[in-house]
């Protein structure tokens, strides 16, 4: 499948005319240079490396990065990182030192991505879920639901989202509800935030991939994990459809199922490039 149809980057509202940077990539890169990823290069994902003090850490002082169990590499050739290292060096003057929020469906990649644009940027990468296990004492989301309520989940999650919002230079993979509170807007909206918006079908899968034991909302006890991710998935965009749209910049994912896809330094462009025009508009 041809990269350049597969992703595109886009505003949540029409008319709102982002322009093409110059010296910019166009919203698409060739495939050949994606498969490059020859010479692997210093630009790990380790979650130890992205765990300095932060600024006004407020009711989070001292915590540090602890989302990854591992240190993730991603490879890339020296092209390729060359071109991020530069990409970066343009938009970090836009973003004075804000904070970046990723939004989107559980399953959407903020993760995967957030912890990338960090490195890049040389931001500290943060889990808003993981930091509402750490502030409550209990090691899982799913484990939270169980032993309190999604209520109270929400209510500890609007707290992290307050306490981020006085720092700086954070980007903060959010949790897949954290839109539905309009409190929550308050806060990520003193920083960036982008929507990484993937298709339903391959947010299924990929769930269904890793199974829902750890995402109590698709949670199921039996049945095949795909369809009925997928018809929960269905059930809960609709009623967030509206709340996704609120962020500044969206970035959406079709036919992700490519496995040029399984190489994120497409996606990392695209979101470097989302950044550099919200940040300067
Ligand atoms: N572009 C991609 N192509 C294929 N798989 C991907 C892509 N991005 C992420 N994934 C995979 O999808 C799964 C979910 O990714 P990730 O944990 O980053 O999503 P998330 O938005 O942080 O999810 P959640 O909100 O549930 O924590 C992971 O298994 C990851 O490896
Ligand atoms: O989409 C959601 O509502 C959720 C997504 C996860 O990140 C967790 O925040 C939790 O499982 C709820």
């Known amino acids: 499948m041809d990269a350049g149809t597969c992703l595109r980057a886009a505003t949540p509202r029409a008319g709102a005319g982002h322009r093409t940077p110059q010296g910019f990539p166009p919203a698409r890169v060739p495939a050949a240079r994606l498969a490059a990823a020859q010479r692997p290069l210093a630009l790990g994902l380790d979650s130890r490396r992205s765990t300095g003090p932060i600024r006004g850490a407020g009711g989070l002082k001292g915590l540090r990065c602890r ?3 591992g240190t993730e590499k991603v490879h890339y050739s020296a092209d390729e990182a060359l071109i991020l290292k530069q990409k970066a060096e343009d938009v970090l003057p836009y973003l004075n030192d804000r904070c970046v929020y990723l939004v ?16 890049v940027l040389g ?3 943060f889990d808003s879920d993981k930091l509402v296990e750490h502030t409550v004492g209990i090691p899982s ?13 929400r209510d500890n999650e609007s707290e992290v989202l307050r306490d981020l919002s006085s720092m700086h230079r954070l980007i903060v993979a959010t949790g897949g509800g954290a839109v539905i509170r309009p409190i929550n807007w308050n806060y990520m909206k003193k920083g960036l935030t982008i929507w990484l918006d993937v298709p339903l079908d391959a947010l299924a899968r990929r769930i269904a991939a ?17 369809t009925k991710a997928y018809a929960k998935l269905t059930a ?14 969206r970035v959406s994912l079709e036919g992700t199922f490519s496995t040029e896809f399984k190489t994120p330094l497409y996606i990392i462009l695209v979101f470097i490039w989302m950044l550099y025009t919200t940040a300067k508009a």
């Open 67 to 69: 989302k990854s169990s």
């Open 104 to 119: 989107g469906m559980m399953g959407s990649g903020k993760t995967t991505v957030g912890k990338i644009i960090a490195e």
């Open 123 to 125: 931001y500290s990468f």
């Open 141 to 153: 989301v799913a484990e939270i639901f169980q032993v309190h309520s999604e209520a109270f989940f």
């Open 210 to 226: 890793v199974g829902t034991a750890s995402r109590p909302l698709l949670h199921q006890e039996s049945g095949d994990p795909y």
């Open 236 to 249: 809960l965009m609709e009623k967030r459809m509206d709340s996704y749209a609120n962020a500044d910049a």
